[in-house]
């Protein structure tokens, strides 16, 4: 029974049996050929349902401890399960309503304390609502009993539930785990009746969440230690790969004495186990002591990871152990709260990881990965709050996105910055002690902080998760004597232009303020709390420039004047601007070009003021903005202009970086090469295609081997220019590669090739054997984002394919990334009528908005691209013709 979409309800509780400290209940591990026909969700085809009504489970009766056996069978892909819970009759009733998925009940019972059983004679299966109905032939009198219910299931292959996972042994074997994913050792002994089974005992638990239970049954090997604080720390991975185990062991060792000093809260279970699945759907689940992980966040291999990777595996260990206090030890009352949860984790886990490797930046990173994410979403019109009414299950999987995670995270980074540290840990403990083992809102979280701080913390922060959006500020100056005024004012800030409109909504929104004299510093903190406001700046000569949002921190945009704007440029180009702020300022103006509130042309002007650029982050942001672009162009003639652009941008630092490590460089200096040389590969650059190809074939011939950092922008060089021998020897990589990183570096590259005979070999590699389920996906994308031919391939592919996708991921998170990945780079208006019309008559609930904001994003490029483009290729025209001097 999986209770993925359960209320996360901690009055639930686990028995665990037996001994010592590993998860829950017991597993009879066993060969059984028990085959059931297997419940399906129905997919209907009709047009897209209106939101369903969905209720969440009735109070009269509730459990108290649940006892779980299991016997899994890993030959017939089945498995049996008794449940004995000790529940509690809270009002007289004669059925009991329970959460249930996929699994067939045998028989099911109650027997009140100290009296007989009374059997359950109607079992009605509401699927669509992932609920059972249990009806009884008397009446359950108020009062503690013992439910019992014999239940068979299937280990499905939908990486959902209790499912199995494929994998290969050392010796080329295919075999088969059995793993959980609910969200949506141990004392081993033969079992008594039967000489062929083992039985597992786990220890009891404390009061928790349902959706946090896991187990795995499949051969593994791992590495262990004890953190300082004394707890167990084990990484299991695939047998044979232990070694690969070690970055991820220390990351958690560290990390959770991190977490017990920055909560002050101890790590509330005895032992916690990290383990890599090979099939998993999401990057990682945080299951209480158990946490689950796809490889590729979890194993690095000293030689052949990158360092993105290792970067990668820090931030997921991170989140992941946060939730053990964050989500685990306090749950969300209700999905509405989910942010909270997601929020925080991808918060914390910059603050941990920039504890762990000062030497990456992080917080930089957080600006373009995070910050500028979530605003690029939360300006559409189909956007939608932090805080969202959440009802029937499939709305669940819809709000794991970007809202959730990358603005929930940006939101706590402004608070936290507006509060100061020491009063938000106060508040942080203050929180987990007191809602430990229970459930809260989100407004305990802000009562919590604001005891602590003595800030109106309510009034601030529900103006930023109770309404979506964000605003744009716009600012103005004027030197009076030795002071110097700002004007400024507040409006939505909106995807397509300016707000219109009567009520525009408002926020409290926390400014700071800095300037040339102190370029690190605040010099002025003001909450705003109007739609307009003027500002005295003491001091400040005329000379000197004034920047708002010191450090990217507040979650909204600006506009400056032009003589403003003009005043700060200078300190983009000798850097005397920090980094996190130059990133800032060069993507605000590239999103007020998007939306058509400056020109496209101005915002080239600013990327080519980056000459002298050394920060990975800030080019990391600049590429990516020049890549958007990129696709906009490829719906026009002159996309060999834009790439000609993009050359001229990046060639300077690409030459100041070389090929080779120098001494002395680390983590952001590997980043940064790699991003510049696959920038320049890609564009074409000519002595980067060169060498690119020469080093990939002493690769190939085993002369010299890639470093891990090189082989991304190498493989996407050679494959993007080509021919059908280079993708063959890519696939040949493929197959030959132990390491799932290695599989999932060259299936995200495959969709640059550019021959559409190429492209549709791709195609149908994503959906073959050789890529796991969960990576289909990235390969996918990778095709409709590589290329104009591979874009509508791509879609065509999906459409025509549409039923064993959607299939494979159950409707699911997945699904919603896949379909955003694929036509989000259309441009034509009639695309997004085109794409509303597919998914009206193949629904896919869970990615009811997704579609919505696709289509916006559509029609907003289809508007840029009428405004903008001519002007943009009258500019690239004439700069070829006497390009600026630098
Ligand atoms: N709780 C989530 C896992 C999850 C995601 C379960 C979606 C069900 C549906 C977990 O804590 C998480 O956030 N995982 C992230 C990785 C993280 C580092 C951002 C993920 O899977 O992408
Ligand atoms: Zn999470």
Redesign the pocket.
Known sequence: MWLAAAAPSVARRLLFLGSPPPPLLLLLLSRSSRRRRRRLHTLGLAAMPEKRPFERLPADVSPINYSLCLKPDLLDFTFEGKLEAAAQVRQATNQIVMNCADIDIITASYAPEGDEEIHATGFNYQNEDEKVTLSFPSTLQTGTGTLKIDFVGELNDKMKGFYRSKYTTPSGEVRYAAVTQF??VIDRKPYPDDENLVEVKFARTPVMSTYLVAFVVGEYDFVETRSKDGVCVRVYTPVGKAEQGKFALEVAAKTLPFYKDYFNVPYPLPKIDLIAIADFA?????NWGLVTYRETALLIDPKNSCSSSRQWVA??VG??LA?QWFGNLVTMEWWTHLWL??GF??WI?YLCVDHCFPEYDIWTQFVSADYTRAQELDALDNSHPIEVSVGHPSEV?EI?DAIS?SKGASVIRMLHDYIGDKDFKKGMNMYLTKFQQKNAATEDLWESLENASGKPIAAVMSTWTKQMGFPLIYVEAEQVEDDRLLRLSQKKFCASGPYVGEDCPQWMVPITISTSEDPNQAKLKILMDKPEMSVVLKNVKPEQWVKLNLGTVGFYRTQYSSAMLESLLPGIRDLSLPPVDRLGLQNDLFSLARAGIISTVEVLKVMEAFVNEPNYTVWSDLSCNLGILSTLLSHTDFYEEIQEFVKDVFSPIGERLGWDPKPGEGHLDALLRGLVLGKLGKAGHKATLEEARRRFKDHVEGKQILSADLRSPVYLTVLKHGDGTTLDIMLKLHKQADMQEEKNRIERVLGATLLPDLIQKVLTFALSEEVRPQDTVSVIGGVAGGSKHGRKAAWKFIKDNWEELYNRYQGG?LISRLIKLSVEGFAVDKMAGEVKAFFESHPAPSAERTIQQCCENILLNAAWLKRDAESIHQYLVQRKASPPAV
């Open positions: 969200e949506n999401a990057g990682a689940m945080e931030l997921v989140h992941e939730h949860n997601e984790a991808s886990e999987d794991f995670y998170f």
